[in-house]
Each structure stands twice: as C-alpha cells, then as structure tokens.
C-alpha cells in the first residue's frame, strides 16, 4: 500500500492533511463523542490531523490508533504529545491483519481510508469483528465526483477526474463516499445512517475559501501533477491551466463546493 498510496507520505501532504482537518472539524467531527471508559479504535489515523481531535473531543474515553505506515505513526504520537493528549496509544498495524482480540473495541473511527483500499468491504469485515455488540463504527469519506465550482473550467474538471484516475490505478476509489451505504450493509453492519456534508466556500466564507478551496482541495490535485502527466491523462499545460482553474474558485467572486459521506453504524 504505501507504495501505491496516492497521495505520498510527503510534508507538503501531511500539513494538507491538517488543513483539512482544522477547516472541516465542526463539519464532520462536530457530533462525534466517546462516553468515558470506551475503548476506540482509530484504523489508519496517519498523522494523527483526526485524532487529537477526537481524543481531545473525548477526553475520558482511550484511542488506540493504528497506521501501516511507521513515519505516519511517529507524527502522529508527535502531534498528540505537543497538544498534550494522554488518552491516546500507537500501534503500526496493517487494518487487514489486526492484532487485536475479536471485540475488543467499543468503537471504530475511520477517516479518508477506505478510499485507497482495493478490498474496501474485507476491511471493513475486520473491523467489524472488533466491535463488541452495541458498539459502532463511523466512516468519513470523500467523493471527488461531487465537486463542482464557478466559474467553471473544463481543465479543472479533467484534472480532478485525474486524480479519481490515478486513484483508481492504485487501486483505490475517489468517489467511495456515495459508497458507504451499500458497503457497510455488506460488510454485515445494521442501523446504517449517512449524512452527507456539504462544504460551500465563498467570499462570505473566507476560512473556508482559505482552509478547504486553496488548501486542502487545489493543493491535493496539485499533488498528483507528475503522476497525472507521466502517465499521460493531461499533458502539463493544461494541467497547468485546470490548477488556476480551481484557485480562480477561490477568488472573490468565486464558489467551491464538495461533499463528504459521514456513515454511522451498529454491530
Ligand atoms: C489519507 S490518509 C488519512 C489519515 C487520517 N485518517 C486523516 O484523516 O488525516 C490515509 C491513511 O491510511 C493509511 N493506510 C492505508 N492503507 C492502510 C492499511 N492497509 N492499514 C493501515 N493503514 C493504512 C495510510 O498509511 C494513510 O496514513
């Protein structure tokens, strides 16, 4: 996987990944509590952007957070010591060979991962099993196939869709989020609840046009500029052209929109 991981393991990626997080915590975190004493479960916490804010959110129940990758995992245990967390403990693990007991976990979080695994719902059929019963799994994803701008920009469009391509070679899956309902129910999981969540970035809105349109969204499609032009989706210019396509959204008279999937589910 680390290979294949679309995004890199990059400095530029991971203070991305903590943009997004600041930008979007209300958005998708904002309902997200762990009574005192659960035991969570955080599979796949990379640099840890998500979990001090869960485990500050929650603050008497334990995280244990896994990543495949050890770099991911030291700057994650970094990050939760400098914001003085203490409820949190790392584990390098791969989700699809856990080394836990089968429902040993009150709750699983899991954060904008799905979309880079090829066996989604074997995942998911894992994490399962470590849920205790009355327990719940939470999934956010993302769906690049629900972003739309003005003004519009047929190259901006084509780099995005490069993006959900060169995801695709990774084996992965940039639009899973619509995904969530139909993977979980097959995954074996009941009381499916989704809720989309809509970010809407204008002038009106300029934290969100800072944190989320320039940020987080241009700055990921500009992550896969070489991949895109060496595997020849886009040649650079207008690669080129579509990156101003989507930081001209983020101008004045500009508007971004995108939505993220956030899945609640029982065992
Ligand atoms: C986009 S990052 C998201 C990290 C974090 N959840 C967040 O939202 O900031 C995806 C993470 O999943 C991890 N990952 C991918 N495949 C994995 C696997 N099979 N087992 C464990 N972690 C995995 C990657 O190493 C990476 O850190």
Redesign the pocket.
Known sequence: ??SG?V?G?HERENQR?SD??GTLEQLLHGDTRYSAGSLVL?????????TVILARNSPEARFVS????PA?LEAARRRTEDAGLTNVEFRQ????DLPFEPQSFDHVF????L???ARPVE?LLSLNALIRPGGSITVIEGDHGSTFFHPDCPEARQAVTCLVEAQKRSGGDAEIGRKLFPLLIEAGFGGVRVSPRFVYADASRPEMVEGFTRKTFAAMIEGVREQAIEAGLMDAAAFDRGIAGLYRAAEPDGVFCYTFFKAVAGV
């Open positions: 996987m680390s991981y995004h393991y990944l997004q997080a955080e599979a796949g916490c990379g640099t840890g952007a998500q896994v990543d495949i990758s991911s693990s791969d989700i699809l899991v954060c904008f991962v979309e880079h695994l995942a």
